[in-house]
């Protein structure tokens, strides 16, 4: 993200427990992300952005989006799946598993690795499993509940 933010301004965040933040012990919430984004407004002293989000990330800015849409310009998502079934959550829940990955796609496993260290990937899965089994894995279709926290 660094070489695009440095093409076209803006700012780059890491969401709690991404990186180098560190996972609370209640877990990972669509709650704290937004909450994360709306730091980032302060920080940066923005007003009103454009948002992007890959994957889990997408679903944090379409939740912004929707708790303060007067901040936002627009939203952009990679990679973010948008429609859910029974099927697919169990689906990607099984994925959510650190052993799994290394067997079945380790390439990524490392990728994560890399990113947010050795002794931390893991943690960081298994967290996201837990607010997948939380939130049904759509967080758009909580999007309502939020504007009223």
């Known amino acids: 993200m660094v070489p695009l933010q440095q093409r076209v301004g803006g700012a780059v965040m890491d969401f709690t427990g991404h ?17 994360d984004i709306d730091r980032a407004y302060a920080a940066n002293r923005f007003t009103k952005a454009h ?23 627009s939203v952009t998502t990679l990679g973010t799946k948008l429609v859910w079934t029974e099927e697919g959550l169990q689906k990607e829940l099984r994925m959510l598993d650190p052993e799994k990955m290394q067997t079945k796609v380790p390439a990524f496993a490392k990728a994560l690795a890399d990113m ?20 049904g894995g759509c967080a758009v279709a909580h999007a309502a509940s939020m504007r009223t926290h």
């Open 19 to 35: 990186g180098e933040r560190q996972i609370p012990a209640t877990g990972l919430t669509f709650t704290q992300f937004v909450e």
């Open 51 to 73: 948002l992007f989000g890959y994957s889990m990330g997408g679903y944090a800015a379409l939740l912004y989006a929707a708790q303060f849409p007067v901040r936002v310009f």
């Open 116 to 135: 947010h260290g050795v002794d931390r990937w893991s943690a960081l899965v298994v967290g996201h499993r837990g607010k997948h089994e939380r939130t």
